[in-house]
């Protein structure tokens, strides 16, 4: 018996307008062909499922209620490893320049 074909990726808007931080769900068979680095930092939270990221060389698997911090500038992609997965991206806007923190 053949698999179901995964359902259309499909991302939703969180934070309307022109903020700092910039939120979106993503849902749907996304797959890690796609590589994304960001000016800026951000946070993912897997609200259900569980998906695959690869960043900077390793690989990572979340599950339901993990999260994984990102810095700016990180080179990164990932993807949905079963059915239903929804992701929420947690990001500062691309406008925003981020001021670097000394004390690290």
């Not at 022109?18 to 951000?42: V, Y």
């Not at 939270?45 to 990180?74: P, S, W």
Request: glycine share 8%; net charge negative.
């Amino acid at each position: 018996e053949a698999a179901e074909p995964a359902p259309e990726p499909r991302v939703r808007s969180l934070v309307r307008g022109h903020h700092q931080l910039h939120a979106s769900e993503f849902t749907g068979g996304h797959e890690a062909g796609r590589e994304f680095q960001h000016r800026n930092d951000e946070l993912m939270y897997v609200a259900d499922g569980a998906v695959e990221i690869e960043a900077e060389g390793r690989a990572y698997r979340l599950a339901r209620g993990d999260t994984m911090y990102l810095t700016g500038g990180v080179r990164h992609r990932w993807r949905a490893t079963v059915p239903d997965t929804r992701v929420i991206v947690v990001a500062v806007a691309e406008h925003i320049e981020a001021v670097q923190d000394r004390t690290r």
